[in-house]
């Protein structure tokens, strides 16, 4: 495929409520979208890299530059031998900045799929038509706050709920949520807030029938993890550490969890994270697609990864309402507690210029000269 413009749109969207993690709050969606041209179709990408470094080590101004100086080049050194499928293997040299190349591969995906009037849910190996949907709560002021957020959220129908949880806001929030909404599909996100001599803590959560804890403990404590996963009964379930199909492999191997959070940037892209898929269902081990409050392009994306088989569990897929009042796509809505998977071509979905022009602070048009 020939490329004929490769564009950086920086854009930012205001969250309908701040959204608090371990890691920090979010009032706003700060995020680099791509946009490829083709002679044949244009194709749109997005990079779930955070405004700061506190997810990971990557951030929005640190992938627009590393696209601009460091991907780009490589991809342009392929001249019309590039394709989607070749874009992992063409970045490799360039260490970490997963979010940044997936970016790219989504672009290019997204622009080869339309040109080949075939979509991306049929591409990756979607096999169901909806995906039911989670929800990500952050960590609030009150617990009658938080009650009253996760009420409006299972009134709206999400078939899950997932708790963001940290050092003194676990237990209580948790007993809380159980008390008032009885068995609900209830899991905690730690965001790594936790070391391994927090594990007696972490077992007061054990009674209360968790689906999961994901990402107690420090992205490189492995081994941590599975200590831990002796400790506590609630599964341990992986986000921040997986970072390849090999990194789950060997997780998986140790005992260090029984499900993973796939998110295709965390493992630099869709292809990779397909990957995760086939190696986590070979072992028997459930996946769920994460979020990193996509707009519609990354979500368009996520929901259909989360429609593969071995997703057996509700992702952090939830509808375009949840996060933005207004998103770049038509929106993704809530129908019974699922989320319909994007059938037209490419990633399926149209981007909205007008809007996307208001939000948008700058575009920069990224040299494609060898
Ligand atoms: O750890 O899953 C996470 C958002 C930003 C960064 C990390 C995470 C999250 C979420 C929200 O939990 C998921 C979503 O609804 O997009
Ligand atoms: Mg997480």
């Not at 470094?53 to 392929?78: N, Q």
């Not at 190696?279 to 996520?302: D, H, K, P, S, Y």
């Not at 929106?331 to 319909?340: D, S, T, Y």
């Amino acid at each position: 495929m020939k490329l004929s413009a490769l564009e950086l749109h920086r854009v930012r969207l205001p969250l309908v409520a701040p959204f608090r993690t371990s890691f920090g709050t979010q009032v706003t969606r700060e995020v680099v979208l791509v946009r490829v041209e083709t002679p044949d179709a244009e194709g749109w990408g997005e990079c779930v890299a955070m405004e700061e470094p506190l997810y990971s080590p990557e951030y929005v101004d640190s992938a627009a530059e590393v696209i601009t100086r460091f991907l780009v080049p490589r991809l342009v050194a392929l001249g019309d031998g590039l394709t989607a499928g070749k874009v992992a293997t063409a970045l490799e040299p360039v260490k970490g900045h997963p979010m940044a190349k997936a970016a790219l591969e989504l672009a290019l995906l997204d622009a080869e799929l339309r040109a080949a009037g075939r979509s991306f849910a049929d591409e990756i190996g979607a096999v169901k038509d909806a995906v039911p949907s989670g929800v990500s709560v952050g960590i609030m002021d009150s617990i009658p706050q938080l009650l009253d957020a996760v009420g409006q959220y299972v009134d709206q129908g999400y078939v899950r709920i997932k708790l963001k949880i940290e050092p003194g806001w676990d237990v209580e929030p948790v007993a809380a949520v159980r008390e008032r909404f009885g068995d609900i599909p209830l899991q905690v996100d730690a965001n790594t807030a936790y070391t391994l001599g927090d594990a007696r803590h972490l077992a007061k959560l054990d009674p209360f029938d968790l689906l999961l804890i994901e990402q107690p403990l420090p992205e490189d404590d492995v081994r941590g993890h599975a200590a831990l996963a002796t400790q506590i009964s609630t599964p341990v379930c992986l986000d921040e550490s997986i970072v390849s199909a090999r990194a789950a492999a060997d997780a998986i191997a140790i005992g260090a969890c029984s499900i993973v959070n796939i998110k295709a940037g965390r493992v630099g892209g869709y292809l990779e994270a397909r990957r995760v898929h086939d190696v986590c269902r070979a072992n028997g081990i459930a996946v769920w697609c994460g979020g990193m409050l996509e707009t519609g392009i990354g979500r368009a994306a996520n929901v259909a990864l989360a429609a593969l088989p071995g997703f057996t569990l509700p992702g952090d897929t939830s509808a375009s309402d949840r996060y933005y009042q207004q998103d770049v796509t038509a929106p993704f809505v809530l129908e019974q507690g699922h989320v319909r998977v994007p059938t037209g071509p490419g990633l399926g979905v149209t981007v909205d210029r007008a809007f996307l022009t208001e939000i948008t602070s700058s575009v920069t048009q990224v040299p494609l000269s060898v």
